[in-house]
């Protein structure tokens, strides 16, 4: 059971904006620990995608960008491609379990 | 090049066991704790365990006391020990290195292996 929520599906015309947000609690998020998102296409490795809040590992656009506040976050993607149609998946710290926890996903459809 | 490559996925009955594998090379494999996270089908991503590089070990409620996480920092791989298995363990299990960086977060992935528990 997940302790991050995201929602199920956001979807966005190519171009487009699109906004992923994931909301936490007081023991994780909202403790401060970091946000680190994931790309996961089916059936391939997950992809490292932002850590520590805003950050990007080299080799991902900068169409991608995150920001935190309080006890939630969110992605943004820019410039929607095609390629994006994906799984994005925040991730952090919980406090109260001890381990790291993910939230509960979000399928991106390029119309 | 960081890879990770699993391997011992395979379908077994309920109440079996299954050990994987996963071979890492191209970094520092005692530098970093190694976690396993599995994805069942239709569902997301979930933690499973984690060992330190110096081999503390943590684990999820839902595996706790039926899986083993280990390590061979001789041979740089990953082990995940899984016994008592049930039908909600069918999942694909896949190996991530933690950062070394502070922030809490798995900058390499495996490709998966399947594990499926059926009878």
């Known amino acids: 059971q997940s302790v991050l929520t995201q929602p199920p599906s956001v979807s966005g015309a190519p171009g487009q904006r699109v906004t992923i947000s994931c909301t936490g609690s007081s023991s994780n998020i909202g403790a401060g620990y970091a946000v680190n998102w994931y790309q996961h296409l089916p059936g391939t490795a997950p992809k490292l995608l932002i850590y520590?809040?805003?950050d990007r590992p080299s080799g991902v656009p900068d169409r991608f960008s995150a920001s935190k506040s309080g006890a939630s976050a969110s992605l943004a993607i820019t410039g929607l491609q095609a390629e994006d149609e994906a799984d994005y998946y925040c991730?952090?710290?919980?406090?109260?379990?001890?381990?790291?926890?993910f939230g509960t996903g979000t399928k991106v459809t390029v119309l | 090049e960081v890879q990770l490559v699993e391997s011992g996925g395979g379908r077994v009955k309920p109440g079996g066991s299954l050990r994987l594998s996963c071979a890492a090379s191209g970094f520092r494999f005692t530098s970093h704790s190694m976690d396993w996270v599995r994805q069942a089908p239709g569902k997301g991503l979930e933690w499973v365990s984690s060992i330190s590089s110096n081999s503390y070990k943590y684990y999820a409620d839902s595996v706790k006391g039926r899986f083993t996480i280990s390590r061979d920092n001789a041979r740089n791989s990953l082990y995940l020990q899984m016994n008592s298995l049930r039908a909600e363990d069918t999942a694909i299990y896949y190996c991530?290195?933690?950062?070394?960086?502070?922030?809490?977060?798995?900058?390499?992935w495996g490709q998966g292996a399947l594990v499926s528990v059926s009878s």
């Open positions: 991530a290195r933690l950062a070394a960086a502070s922030g809490y977060y798995f900058d390499y």
């Open positions: 520590v809040n805003n």
């Open positions: 991730q952090s710290y919980d406090s109260s379990l001890s381990e790291g926890v």
